[in-house]
């Protein structure tokens, strides 16, 4: 009698715990970034995660990269966006694979700030005793990049389906040289 009174417990009590199944209810309010949603159309996170994930392996294995004696100064620049939807920012893209580099790139790579966002946190941060309102702040010399990574977006619009060619490239910045480059394509579900 005492062990079924115990196995009936134990059983409404697993009964009772998987009703409010919390994990699987965040796995549907939150799916992986790196998964299709089929309720979205168009580029989604996958898209963006893959890119910037191939993107940073290509440019961190790239020979002349790695023959090099010295570490890359590098400024990261925007991506230009020549899709239909001029509305949605893509420096997502561009951005996630700023981070991978400078997590992955190491000693490789020295990721230099962009020249505006470098003065609009120094006229906001730092203290400059000589200034006055029409004049400037006076800063420390800016570290000068040697090479510039930017994007470009396109898109191939058709009356079902998108076709999009992601291209990443680096430029030197002494020469106009690019030095790098290459793409993520996808056709998406309008």
């Known amino acids: 009698m005492w062990k079924r009174t115990a196995a009936a417990v134990t059983t409404s009590i697993l009964i009772l715990g998987c009703s409010a199944d919390k994990p699987h209810d965040y796995g549907q309010e939150r799916p992986p970034v790196g998964e299709l949603d089929k309720r979205d159309k168009g580029l989604q996170s996958k898209d963006v995660v893959q890119a910037s994930d191939q993107m940073a392996q290509d440019l961190l294995a ?16 925007h991506i230009e966006n020549r899709t239909t ?10 951005e996630r694979l700023r981070v991978n580099l400078a997590k992955y790139g190491k000693g490789r790579v020295q990721l230099v ?21 029409a004049a400037p702040p006076v800063a420390r010399a800016r570290m000068q990049p040697d090479f510039g990574l930017y994007g470009r977006i396109m898109e191939l619009p058709n009356r079902g389906t998108s076709y999009y060619l992601c291209e990443f490239t680096v430029t030197d910045m002494r020469t106009g040289a690019q030095v790098w480059t290459n793409a993520y394509e996808v056709k998406v579900a309008r």
């Open 62 to 77: 790239d020979r002349e990269l790695n023959a090099s004696h010295e570490r890359w100064l590098m400024v990261v620049d």
């Open 85 to 94: 939807d001029r509305g949605f920012d893509m420096d997502i893209f561009l």
């Open 113 to 133: 700030e962009n020249k505006a966002k470098l003065r609009e946190l120094q006229s906001h941060e730092l203290d400059h005793e000589r200034d006055t309102p």
